[in-house]
């Protein structure tokens, strides 16, 4: 992962690009989703950086002559893409050369055996010289790196080339007409980055129930340009999130240590110990569930837990880290999980699809335990989710804010976190100050 130090408020003046005011109005939904794709602000060099690595030979060097490279002649590489199934035996045969090459090669080439393990999407391209011998080969791992391996007398020499994508700044906003996703899609986002907004405001808000009609989100983010086209998406940068008319703001930060992590304003981590929606949001077509009555008995029995109706096969997530103590199936549950979390804290997913834990895994936040399912005493698809504290059941709508903060930003960190998301705030404000606008604009007469 490239991180990409931001530009210093004492170094660059903060940039307020001149927005395009490009704004879509969805008719068909009655969404205005305004995308403020800006002028694209590189906000880090542009640089290519080629590092050549000379590699010790192994075997013994016959001669001391170097090598002249010749540069006036153009090379001509085959290049050959990595299909599943293909090794590299089918790659020389295509490339017209023989067993013996590859021999040659894996035996005597630096990190030769690592060849012998491709992946489909891969490109290899193969350099004959004039004898139909390989000369060269080529193996593109990723758009970012490239390793060559030339021959020179018996031997090769490795050359890794090592790119640097171009980093620019990007901008989106979106008002909430029906989901967080569609929202997000009209925005231009991309699947990935509406669920990494989640997850960064996802200890404080239930993408499947808090958002309503009007919810507002601005997000700046990365975008990695590589030979002038998009490669892909980078990192979140800063995000707001209006829900229900309270605004949320996260700033990305690095601290002393390198660890990246997301901040309010005030400097207190946005990562809590739970999740409030355990389940994949983006397969919940409307975010705006109304409080069901129980499925099966229709009733206002005791219902000690909340359910998240969503298709069958959508992923439920673990809340928090913890450790599974049950997994299993009864009657009334249908395939269920219990995670212990820590001494205190106990979670349990009902009615799953399929379970994809056992009794005695430790869990992560955020991995997936199972699938949406309606085994057990269920009518429809959902997920069954109750909370427990010391035993004793609790709302787990609510119980959040009774849970401890997230760690705050000790005093000595402080300043430089001010000095390392100041750009971000100032860009915040005046992408709120432009969507405002837009919408005075856009406001019936
Ligand atoms: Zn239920």
Known sequence: MTRVTPPSGATRAPEYPRFPRRHLVVAAIGAIAVTLLLALVPSDDVSASRAVVQIAL??????????????????????ITVNPGDNLSLLFGRAGL?????????????????????????????????????AALKRVKSPLETVILRREGDSYIAEEIRRKPEV????????????????????????????????????VIDFVLDPRKGDVFHVVYEELYLDGEKYKNGNILAAEFVNQGKSYTAYRYVDETDRPGYFSAEGVSMRRQFMLA??????????????????????????????YAA?????????????????????????????????????????????????????????????????????????????????VHRNPRTIHKKLP?????????????????????????????????????????
Not at 286 to 305: A, D, E, M, V, W
Not at 407 to 434: D, H, M, N
């Open 405 to 445: 903060k997230g760690k705050t930003l000790t005093q000595e960190e402080l300043p430089r976190f001010l000095a390392q998301t100041q750009g971000f705030q100032l860009q915040l404000a005046s992408i709120r100050q432009q969507q405002l606008a837009l919408n005075q604009t856009d406001a019936p007469r």
């Open 98 to 134: 023989t067993d013996t090459d590859l021999y040659h090669l894996v035996s005597k080439a630096p990190q030769g055996k690592s060849l012998t393990r491709l992946f489909p999407g891969e490109n290899i391209g193969f350099l004959l010289d004039d004898d139909g011998r390989l």
């Open 168 to 203: 620019h700044r990007s901008f989106a906003s979106a008002r909430i007409d029906s989901s967080l996703f569609l929202a997000g899609q009209q925005a231009g986002l991309p699947q990935t980055l509406i669920m990494e907004l989640a997850n960064i405001f996802g200890g």
């Open 278 to 307: 355990p389940v994949d949001f983006t397969r919940v077509s409307s975010n705006f569930n109304p409080r069901r009555l129980h499925p099966i008995y229709k009733t206002r029995r005791p219902h000690r837990g909340i359910d």
């Open 58 to 79: 192994p075997l013994e060097a016959p001669s001391k002559i170097p090598v002249e490279p010749v540069a006036d002649v153009p090379e001509t590489w085959v290049d």
């Open 311 to 391: 298709p069958r096969g959508t992923p439920v997530f673990a809340a928090g880290d913890g450790r599974v103590t049950e997994a299993g199936y009864t009657k009334a549950n249908g395939n269920y999980v219990v995670i212990q979390h820590g001494q205190a804290y106990t979670t349990k997913y009902l009615h799953l699809n399929k379970r994809r834990v056992r009794k005695g895994d430790r869990v992560a936040q955020n991995q997936v335990i199972g699938t949406v399912g309606s085994t057990g005493a269920a009518t429809g698809p959902h997920l069954h989710y109750e909370f427990l504290v010391n035993g």
